[in-house]
């Protein structure tokens, strides 16, 4: 195992254990989803995105957009581990008059590029920013993260056709599928497959990933794009709750908060990992 590998991995322990505090303390929800992204967040902030904590809104910065803006709690964790804020503001998370909503919030947040939360709308922001881009001549790169859930709604099926008509090769769509959403499977609530056929058929050139493993998510972002003129998607196949075992794979994770006995069993997994 490379010190890159053991790196990436304790920055996802860390990331863990801030959200598990975080919700816990807001009595919040939305855990399971934060944790399918963890790898996720962590190869990106920490190896990929072209960032600069010290200067936010550098011009030449990557962007990235949270679509699935109600997993901010693991968001803002990887941005304070980044030190684009203080650890100490996630004690204040989705508090009265907090800076840290409980969905993504960029207002007086560093790092943060839109505030997102309603579903469906963070791929067309991202596309714009890469046509705005690409037209002036930029070479900073966009990157959203969606939820698999998410990808039922017709608000995101109209940039997946319009990136690649516009060849959109700056835009990146990591989609994180643990294939359960708020009520119920993907597969029982609206089914996805064939997924990767889907996007191919609009024009993307895919990439499916396991997005645990962070050499594999590390290796196939790091050779964005992944065809000339064409808009990159890396499906991710992720698991709910990942990292605390009694939540893996579990619906009721999506909306329900660690108290009590499960707060305490949560806490030991995930120090026994930092």
């Known amino acids: 195992m490379s010190d890159n590998t053991d790196s990436l991995r304790d920055l996802s322990a860390r ?16 855990i399971g989803t934060c944790y399918s992204m963890t790898e996720l967040l962590a190869v990106l ?7 600069d904590p010290q200067n936010p809104d550098w011009p030449e910065r990557d962007r990235f957009i949270l679509s699935k803006g109600h997993g901010a709690a693991a968001l803002y964790a990887v941005l304070a581990e980044r030190d684009f ?14 800076r840290l909503a409980g969905h993504a919030t960029h207002h007086n947040v560093p ?14 922001i991202a596309a714009g920013m890469a046509l ?13 993260l969606l939820s698999d859930g998410e990808c039922d709604e017709g608000s995101i099926w109209e940039p997946i056709l319009f990136a690649p008509q516009h060849k959109l090769d700056n835009l990146i769509a990591i989609v994180d599928y643990n294939k ?14 064939p997924f990767g056929d889907k996007w191919r058929a609009f024009g993307w050139a895919v990439r499916e990933i396991d997005g645990h493993d962070v050499d594999e998510i590390e290796s196939t972002l790091s050779t964005i794009p992944f065809e000339e003129g064409r808009p990159s998607c ?3 196949h992720t698991i709910k709750g990942k990292g605390v075992s009694f939540m893996e794979n579990k619906l009721l994770w999506h909306y329900r908060t660690p108290q009590g006995e499960e707060f305490a069993e949560a806490q030991a997994e995930l120090e026994g990992h930092k």
């Open 15 to 30: 990331i863990r254990y801030h959200t598990l505090m975080m919700v816990h303390r807001a009595k919040s929800s939305h």
């Open 45 to 51: 902030y920490g190896r990929v995105l072209r960032v």
């Open 85 to 98: 804020f203080p650890l100490d503001w996630l004690e204040t998370f989705y508090q009265n008059g907090s």
């Open 111 to 124: 790092g943060i590029e839109v505030s997102t939360g309603s579903l469906g709308h963070g791929l067309s």
């Open 132 to 144: 705005a881009a690409k037209r002036d001549g930029r070479t900073h790169r966009i990157v959203a």
């Open 180 to 193: 359960i959403q708020s009520l119920g499977s993907v597969k029982e609530v609206m089914d996805l497959e």
């Open 234 to 236: 890396v499906i991710a």
